[in-house]
Nanobody, 120 residues
């Protein structure tokens, strides 16, 4: 069982930066694939980025070069650094964890979500 709690969402101007955090509970955090997904109103939830236990990463084309996922296994934290934010990045961002999933599919555990709004 893994519990995930996101934080750091809020309002950011286009071109601005924001860092989201995900705090995880679990005895084998270092073995989990961690990811960030997002869902905008009226849209399906989509993969933003994921990071594997070995540090490999996957990014959606829409965020490549702008977003960075990282993890701190000692702190059991996952981060999403958002740079050069665009209005289309506006969504609820969800932290995700899974033991056996790939970087392209979600695991079984989800956080509650944190709102990111990119607007003037």
């Amino acid at each position: 069982q893994v519990q995930l709690v996101e934080s750091g969402g809020g309002l950011v101007q286009p071109g601005g930066s924001l860092r989201l955090s995900c705090a995880a509970s679990g005895s084998i955090f270092s073995l989990y694939t961690m990811g960030w997904y997002r869902q905008a109103p009226g849209k399906q939830r989509e993969l933003v980025t994921a990071i594997g236990a070995g540090g490999s990463t996957n990014y959606a084309d829409s965020v490549k070069g702008r977003f960075t996922i990282s993890r701190d296994n000692a702190k059991k934290m996952v981060y999403l650094q958002i740079n050069s934010a665009k209005p289309e990045d506006t969504a609820v961002y969800y932290c995700n964890a899974g033991r056996y999933n790939s970087l392209f599919s979600p695991g079984d555990y989800w956080g509650q979500g944190t709102q990111v709004t990119v607007s003037l």
